[in-house]
């Protein structure tokens, strides 16, 4: 069951992570799995009763990538 959450919460809702990244719907391989995935650190947090629960405790890890961190750039620096 995909999660079912107002654009709207979605949009202010935020990792509890130092980045405090917006989270997506889904996971990265299930885009219809019940967690928010958070678009910086990866983490996934479970949605219980279409309630996300943004805990770290409750987090799970993402799956460890075999390549190394991506050198893209930072837009922010320069
Ligand atoms: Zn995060």
Excluded: N
């Amino acid at each position: 069951m995909a999660v079912r959450l107002d654009p709207q919460l979605l949009e202010i809702l935020a990792c509890p992570c130092p980045e405090h990244a917006p989270l997506r719907a889904g996971t990265p391989e299930d885009a219809q799995a019940d967690y928010l995935t958070c678009t910086a650190c990866g983490r996934r947090f479970p949605v219980r009763d279409g309630i996300p629960v943004l805990l770290l405790d409750e987090a799970e890890q993402p799956p460890t990538a075999a390549a190394g961190p991506r050198g893209d750039g930072d837009p922010a620096v320069g």
